[in-house]
């Protein structure tokens, strides 16, 4: 699949988001990135693990409580998907699946809460 294709993806999947949803991200001007590969910096923190995406930068409601350093933002790793999906259909899932998912952490929601809601 090409970067664009799956670029495509990722756009359906926010486009699929509740409105009040995206109403926050635009208004905070968080951006979800899509990346071809998982940068090294990332895989630092998650060793052995295959990264889908990452939520970086300060949850919503926190902003103004501390400094911040980088800007807020979701990234969408495309390799990752292809190492463990098969087929545009599955991809496509399991990409809005994880845009759901690093926009729940943006949202405060923590990674064991998020698993026990199955995403």
């Known amino acids: 699949m090409t970067l664009d294709a799956f670029e495509i993806l990722v756009n359906e999947a926010y486009r699929s988001l509740p409105a009040k949803i995206k109403k926050i991200l635009e208004r ?24 889908f995406g990452v939520f970086a ?30 087929g ?3 991809i496509r899932r399991n990409v809005a699946k994880t845009v759901m998912h690093e926009v729940a ?12 809601l199955g995403y």
Do not use: C
């Open 28 to 51: 905070k001007e968080v951006k979800i990135l899509v990346r071809e590969k998982v940068p090294e910096a990332v895989m630092q923190h998650h060793p052995g693990k295959i990264v």
């Open 105 to 116: 952490h943006y949202l405060g929601f923590s990674e064991s809460y998020l698993k026990k």
């Open 88 to 90: 545009e259909e599955e």
């Open 57 to 86: 930068g300060l949850p919503y409601g926190r902003a103004g409580m501390y400094l911040q350093y980088e800007p807020t933002r979701i990234e969408i790793y495309k390799e990752s998907f292809e190492k463990v999906f098969v």
